[in-house]
């Protein structure tokens, strides 16, 4: 398995056990997919997140910032996140949910 590979499977694992009643889904790539399709789309709590996995040397392609940034343009949470980076899943978690207060708490 690449290091994307087992960073993807350790990672899911990670949405198991921190973002309970969560929705992913996994886009198909190739021919029958959609160019730059982050890795995993997910809704969490009302939230829309999109999370393009890499390797710890991983880049993203242009196609794959266009998504991503097109995302987070249409009021969704667009991250990259580099190997099995707890941290950054830690801060992608904590985006989603002060993003959930705020809509539950309009102004």
């Known amino acids: 398995m690449t290091p994307e590979g087992k960073a993807k499977v350790k990672i ?3 949405y198991k056990d921190n973002l309970p009643g969560h929705w992913r889904v996994s886009p198909r790539g190739g021919p029958f997919g ?3 399709c982050p890795d995993d789309l997910i809704c969490w709590r009302g939230i829309f997140i999109a999370i393009e996995i890499k390797s710890d040397t991983g ?3 242009a196609l794959q910032d266009i998504a991503l940034r097109d995302i987070k ?3 969704g949470i667009a991250a990259i996140v580099r190997g099995y980076d707890v941290a950054r899943l830690n801060a992608i978690k904590a985006a989603a949910h002060f993003k959930s207060l705020q809509l ?3 102004l």
């Open 73 to 75: 343009n249409a009021g």
């Open 34 to 36: 959609k160019a730059g």
């Open 12 to 14: 899911r694992q990670w």
């Open 104 to 106: 539950s708490n309009p």
């Open 59 to 61: 880049d993203t392609t």
